[in-house]
């Protein structure tokens, strides 16, 4: 199958219009509506968590779950342990993602509320908008 460029190009006075053939292969499929619908659910599924009056996404309901609680309820025993689980599944490309983890639950073993809570911070303002924006749906723990 072949597809057709048009192309214009103007002389002073005159417009040229060409028809450059394209090749395509044949067994590639064209684009249709039915392969475009997973695009899209994807899509939606990444809106689909998260916000106010939508579920929580995975990390973030593990988060509130395990970290959060453990933190109101100040059992640094239970920060450091999902401190652990976090610093031992990293996100390709999050480089810092383990040191920050293990600096928190150090912290939390030696019940420095203060350098938890920075810990948390830390990896929150380098990690958490591109997280969001790149694996939000995905469980990691």
Not at 119 to 141: N, V
Request: glycine residues 6%; charged residues 30%; neutral net charge.
């Amino acid at each position: 199958m072949s597809r057709f460029l048009s192309v214009f190009s103007a002389v002073p006075g005159i417009v040229v219009l060409t028809f450059v053939a394209i090749g395509c292969n044949e067994e590639e499929p064209e684009a249709s509506a039915a392969s475009e619908a997973p695009k899209a659910a994807t899509a939606a599924a990444a809106v689909a968590c998260g916000k106010k009056g939508q579920p929580d996404c995975p990390l973030q309901g593990w988060m509130k779950k395990n970290l959060k609680a453990a933190m109101k309820e100040e059992n640094m025993g239970k920060v450091a342990e999902g401190l652990d689980q976090v610093a031992s599944h990293v996100p390709d490309g999050y480089d810092d993602w383990k040191e920050i983890a293990e600096n928190g639950a150090k912290a939390a073993r030696d019940n420095d509320v203060a350098a938890v809570k920075r810990a948390c911070k830390t990896c929150h303002d380098q990690h958490q908008k591109r997280y969001r924006k790149e694996r939000r749906t995905e469980p990691l723990i």
